[in-house]
C-alpha cells in the first residue's frame, strides 16, 4: 500500500499544482469601481391625457407604422419616399457599415470552431564547399544538396473556450451589428422625416405663392382705381403713392415666397439623392389633407422598442459589457490542442535524386498532438489597462443610453404639446376666418347697395386672404407637430427588446452582468 502511494504521489502534486496556478491566474483580475447604471424609463401618462386627442386610442404597437407617411394621403410625396429609399447616399453608407459590422459576427464566431488547414513545403539547399559543414565532412557535405520536403494534408488547432473569451467576444460584435442596424433605422427615420417636414413646408408655400398672386391683383386693381380717381380729380396722389407701396410689398413677398419655395425643392432633391432638376415640378395643386391620427394608448417602456438611437444605445451597452469579460478572460489561461499528420523527408546528396520515392513511403509517415497551456504570468500593465479601458467604455455606453432617453422623453413631451397647442391655434384662426367670411360678406352687401366703394370691398378681400395666408402657416406646423412626434416615437421602428408593464431595472436587460 505504501508502494501504491509513492506512484501516485507525482501525479497528485502535479494536479495540486496546475490548480494552483489556474487560481493564480483568477487572482490576478483588479476589482473594478461600481458601474453605471440604467435609468429607469419615466412615464409619459400625463403629457399624453393632456395631448388632446381625440376617439379610440391607437394600439402601442401599430402606431406610427412603417410607412407613416401615406397618412398624409400625397402620392407626391410616396414618390419621393420611394426614390429616397433608393438612392440615398446617407442609407447606402449606413447599410455598408451594417455589412461590415455582420461580416465581423462571421469572423468572431469563426473563433468558436476549430481550425483545420494543409500545407506542404519543398526545399532544396546547396552546402558551400567552403562552409562549416564542408570543413567538418568534406567528403559527404561539400557541395551536397539538402532535399527537403514536408506534405501535412492535416494540421488542427483548437481553443478550448473554458472562460467564455470568443462566446463573449461572438456576442459583442453580434451586439455591434445589432446596433449599427438601428442606427440604419434611425437614419432612414431621420431621412424621411426631414423629406416630409420639407414637403410640409413646400406644400404650403405653394399655396401662398397663389395667393400672394391674388393678393397682387387686388394691390394691381387698387392701384389703378386710385390712378383713375387721381386723373378725374377725385382724389389727391397720396392714395396712390400709398397703393403702389402696398403693391411692392406683396411684390416682395412674392419674390421670397419664391426664393423659399426653391430652398425646400433643392433640399428635398438633395435629401432624395438627385439633382436639382428633378424636384422643379413639385407641389403643382399638391393638397395634403391627413385625417386626425389617433395616439397610442401607453408610451413609458414602449419607446425602448420604438426608438432606434435607445435600441443602438442598448445595444452598444451590451457589446462593452461582453468586451469587459473579453478583458476578463485574458488573465485566466488559455488552453488549446494543435495537431497534424503527413509525410516529411530529408535527404543528403550529391547530383541529382528524386525525393518522391522517399517522401511517399510509409516509413515518412509522421504526426503530432501538442496540447498547450498558457498563463499570463506578466504583461508589463497591458492587461490590466485593456480592463480598465474597457469598464471605462462600458459606463460612458450606459450613460450614453441615460442621455439618450432622457433626449427621448424630451422630444416625445415637446412633440406632443406642439401638437396639442397648433390644434388649439388652428381651431381659433378657423373662428377668426369664420368672421372675416361674415365681415367680407356684409362688406359685399353695402357695396352692392351703393353704400361702399369698391376699394373697401378689395381691402377687405386683401385682408382675408392676408388670414388664408396666415392658416397655410399654421396648417404647415401642424403638419411638422405630426412628423415631429411620428419621430420621436420611432417611426414605426420595431426591435425585439423585451419589455415589461413594470419599470426595468438593470439587472433585468439579458446582457448585463452582474459583475462589472
Same mark, same amino acid.
Given at each position: ?299 413609458? @417602456? /414602449? $419607446?425602448?422598442?420604438? +426608438? ?7 445595444? !452598444? =451597452?451590451?457589446? *462593452?459589457? %461582453? ?116 365681415? @367680407? /360678406? $356684409?362688406?359685399?352687401? +353695402? ?7 369698391? !376699394? =373697401?370691398?378689395? *381691402?377687405? %378681400? ?55
Amino acid at each position: 500500500m505504501p508502494h501504491q502511494f509513492r506512484l501516485n504521489q507525482p501525479l497528485i502534486v502535479g494536479c495540486c499544482a496546475g490548480f494552483m496556478l489556474l487560481l493564480s491566474g483568477c487572482a490576478w483580475i483588479p476589482p473594478g469601481d461600481k458601474p453605471a447604471g440604467f435609468l429607469s424609463t419615466p412615464s409619459l401618462e400625463h403629457a399624453l391625457s393632456h395631448s388632446g386627442r381625440d376617439g379610440p386610442p391607437a394600439p402601442a404597437g401599430n402606431w406610427p407604422h412603417q410607412r407613416w407617411w401615406q397618412e398624409f394621403g400625397s402620392s407626391e410625396l410616396n414618390g419621393l419616399m420611394v426614390i429616397a429609399l433608393k438612392d440615398n447616399p446617407g442609407l447606402k453608407t449606413a447599410a455598408a457599415r451594417l455589412r461590415q459590422a455582420q461580416a465581423i459576427i462571421r469572423v468572431e464566431g469563426a473563433r468558436l470552431l476549430p481550425f483545420l488547414d494543409a500545407e506542404a513545403e519543398f526545399e532544396n539547399t546547396r552546402i558551400s564547399e567552403h562552409g562549416v559543414f564542408a570543413a567538418l565532412n568534406r567528403t559527404e557535405a561539400a557541395g551536397a544538396n539538402i532535399v527537403f520536403g514536408r506534405i501535412n494534408p492535416f494540421n488542427f488547432r483548437y481553443e478550448f473556450d473554458f472562460w467564455g473569451k470568443n462566446r463573449a467576444a461572438l456576442e459583442a460584435a453580434m451586439g455591434e451589428a445589432n446596433a449599427e442596424e438601428a442606427e440604419q433605422a434611425e437614419v432612414l427615420l431621420q431621412l424621411t422625416s426631414a423629406i416630409a417636414r420639407s414637403y410640409m413646408h413646400g406644400a404650403a408655400l405653394r399655396q401662398q405663392l397663389g395667393l400672394v398672386q391674388d393678393m397682387v391683383e387686388l394691390r394691381r386693381g387698387l392701384l389703378n382705381m386710385d390712378e383713375t380717381r387721381l386723373r378725374l380729380g377725385l382724389d389727391s396722389a397720396d392714395p396712390v403713392k400709398q397703393a403702389t407701396i402696398d403693391l411692392e410689398q406683396v411684390n416682395k413677398r412674392e419674390a421670397g415666397i419664391r426664393d423659399q419655395l426653391d430652398v425646400q425643392r433643392n433640399l428635398l432633391a438633395r435629401l432624395i439623392g438627385k439633382g436639382p432638376d428633378s424636384t422643379q415640378n413639385l407641389f403643382a395643386g399638391t393638397v395634403i389633407n391627413p385625417e386626425k391620427m389617433p395616439l397610442p394608448a401607453k408610451l413609458p @417602456l /414602449e $419607446l425602448l422598442r420604438h +426608438r432606434p438611437d435607445l435600441a443602438s444605445a442598448l445595444y !452598444r =451597452a451590451e457589446a *462593452a459589457s %461582453q468586451r469587459v469579460k473579453v478583458s476578463k478572460a485574458g488573465f485566466l489561461p488559455t488552453i488549446d490542442l494543435t495537431a497534424f499528420a503527413g509525410v516529411n523527408a530529408l535527404r543528403l546528396t550529391k547530383g541529382a535524386s528524386s525525393l518522391t520515392n522517399l517522401l511517399f513511403s510509409g516509413s515518412s509517415f509522421s504526426y503530432g498532438i501538442a496540447p498547450g497551456l498558457r498563463l499570463p504570468w506578466f504583461e508589463g500593465g497591458r492587461l490590466r489597462g485593456e480592463l480598465s479601458a474597457q469598464r471605462a467604455e462600458y459606463d460612458g455606453a450606459v450613460e450614453l443610453y441615460n442621455e439618450t432617453l432622457l433626449h427621448a422623453v424630451q422630444e416625445v413631451a415637446d412633440s406632443l404639446s406642439r401638437w396639442r397647442e397648433t390644434q388649439a391655434i388652428l381651431e381659433a384662426h378657423g373662428r377668426l376666418l369664420s368672421a372675416q367670411h361674415e365681415n @367680407l /360678406e $356684409l362688406v359685399a352687401q +353695402r357695396f352692392r347697395s351703393g353704400l361702399n366703394d369698391r !376699394r =373697401a370691398l378689395l *381691402a377687405h %378681400q386683401h385682408a382675408l386672404l392676408d388670414q388664408e395666408y396666415a392658416l397655410k402657416t399654421l396648417e404647415a406646423d401642424q403638419r411638422v407637430a405630426i412628423v415631429d412626434l411620428v419621430e420621436a416615437l420611432g417611426g414605426g421602428y420595431v426591435n425585439d427588446l423585451k419589455t415589461t408593464e413594470q419599470k426595468p431595472e438593470p439587472k433585468q436587460f439579458r446582457w448585463l452582468p452582474w459583475e462589472i
